[in-house]
């Protein structure tokens, strides 16, 4: 089959350099001053030439076969001002990034359409969003890190890794932070890093490698979505700190790729602990490297996305022409809606 053609934004830089692995063709969204979420192919991370600049004025004018959303106003607004009716009939899916903000388990989410799927990032999300009549599916990250990179933790400092920490307060877990640096020597490093007398941010293809050093990853965060860096830092052999909430209570095994917990206190014995016995840390990231190549390897990432973009548009095909044979028509899912599509 022909590489599909999706249109879809820049929400996250990190996650759609890796999601443009996967081999598409990915129409990215831009806007001439190139505000938040209409940056299009721009920045410093290095994009395949699958990853194509779509200016919003043009939209209209080109044929896709996907669209991808990424954020609530592109699914409630975007679509209706930039995209065609035929284009807005296309197969659509949501990929969710977040948790829900105004309520954990009870918020509905802004999509319930039995017609649109929705792709979460990890089953704790799934399990928190109240999603309606949509039909879900988790596709867990996969992420990719420099050849040649790997744990050296000579730093006898932690680092923590949060984007705009100081405005984002406690469900980042800037409190928690504040309280572990007291205690521990600890270097924030992200947007808007400075304003906790942090070093700043560091481009996102020399963070591996810098994360190397340190001894090492502390996460604070009490409440969001797994963070692509926890991953990162795995993939290179680091042994992470964190609390046992969301999906890293699902992700670090205490003992063998890092610690978490609920109890700050025991965090901040076991980052004291590390910063004495490097040759522990050591062996934490070696676990935790594997249990990073066993889980989030870039390559089934890739096939999860793959799987599911062909599953989309195909049987969207196969509806549009009554070629969808009985027993694709009464396929159960774990959403119980949108029967065409598989969940996985």
């Not at 009716?85 to 903000?101: N, V």
């Not at 999300?125 to 039909?135: F, I, K, V």
């Not at 990719?144 to 984002?168: C, I």
Request: proline residues 6%.
């Amino acid at each position: 089959m022909r590489p599909l053609r999706i249109l879809t934004w820049h929400t996250h830089g990190s996650y759609l350099y890796y999601l443009t692995q996967v081999p598409h063709q990915f129409y990215v969204l831009s806007k001439p001053d190139r505000p938040a979420g209409y940056g299009g192919r721009c920045g410093h991370i290095p994009w395949g030439d699958n990853v194509i600049d779509m200016p919003v004025s043009e939209a209209a004018k080109h044929e896709f076969d996907c669209i991808l959303f990424q954020d609530d106003d592109q699914y409630l607004k975007d679509q209706y001002e930039f995209l065609t009716p035929a284009q807005r009939a296309l197969p659509r899916i949501y990929l969710e990034h977040d948790t829900p903000r105004e309520h954990p388990t009870d918020m509905p989410h802004p999509v319930n359409d039995p017609d649109v799927l929705l792709v979460h990032v990890t089953h704790f999300n799934r399990l928190m969003w109240n999603s309606g009549a949509t039909p879900t599916r988790v596709i867990e990250h996969g992420v990719l890190v420099p050849p040649g990179v790997s744990y050296r933790g000579g730093h006898e400092r932690g680092l923590v890794v949060v984007n705009h920490l100081a405005r984002r307060g406690r469900r980042l877990g800037g409190d928690v932070f504040l309280q572990a640096r007291a205690q521990v020597p600890l270097d924030l490093v992200g947007m808007g890093a400075e304003e906790m007398d942090g070093i700043g941010e560091v481009l996102h293809a020399q963070l591996p490698n810098f994360a190397a050093d340190y001894r090492f990853l502390f996460n604070p965060i009490r409440y969001t979505s797994l963070g692509l860096a926890v991953i990162e830092a795995m993939m290179v052999g680091v042994p992470v700190i964190g609390l046992a909430t969301t999906e890293m209570a699902t992700v670090i095994e205490n003992g063998k790729s890092g610690y978490v917990d609920t109890n700050v206190d025991a965090l901040i014995g076991h980052m004291q602990a590390l910063l004495r016995n490097p040759e522990e840390a050591k062996r934490l990231g070696e676990g935790a490297r594997r249990r990073a190549q066993e889980r989030f390897s870039i390559a089934r990432f890739i096939a999860d996305w793959d799987r599911t973009l062909r599953d989309v548009t195909g049987h969207r095909i196969a509806r549009h022409h009554g070629g969808m044979n009985e027993a694709e028509a009464n396929q159960d899912t774990s959403a119980g809606a949108m029967p065409r599509l598989r969940s996985a």
